[in-house]
């Protein structure tokens, strides 16, 4: 998908100077999957490693969990599909109205976030997490 490469601190494979955000990223070669849901942290997460570099400390490996995947269509129509931490659906979903109404507060709790970041860096949170490093241990992890 044209993802920048990168290790677990989101630092480009092929340039320390290059920090991966968002969808850009694929970390280890396991990327995760495409959505606000990720993408957010990810940003969060890139901003940390830049200022830890700044500092001269170690940056942190990506570190983030999931609780499912939502899609609305219109106001009237959506599913949400509960997941584990690790993303993998459980056979638990939300359909119909409620779902649409659910995937609305799930937005503008979004944008709410990133409100209060711009008022107080820092501030952002996000669901830590999921079954990462034992999926990274099975393979060889990238390294910048």
Not at 64 to 76: L, N
């Amino acid at each position: 998908l044209g993802r920048l490469l990168t290790d677990e601190t989101l630092t480009s494979i092929d340039d320390a100077r290059v920090i991966a955000a968002g969808d850009a990223a694929a970390p280890s070669g396991l990327p995760l999957r495409m959505s606000c849901q990720a993408a957010l942290p990810l940003g969060a997460q890139a901003a940390n490693t830049v200022l830890a570099r700044l500092a001269g400390t170690d940056p942190a490996p990506v570190n983030q969990a999931f609780t499912g995947q939502c899609i609305s269509i219109g106001r009237d129509g959506g599913t949400i599909q509960l997941a584990r931490t690790d993303d993998t659906p459980i056979p638990l979903y939300i359909g119909g109205r409620t779902a649409a109404l659910i995937k609305e507060q799930v937005c503008k709790g979004t944008l709410s976030f990133l409100r209060k970041e711009a008022r107080r860096p820092g501030a952002y949170f996000w669901l830590k997490g999921g079954k990462r490093a034992r999926r990274l241990a099975g393979t060889e992890a990238v390294r910048a």
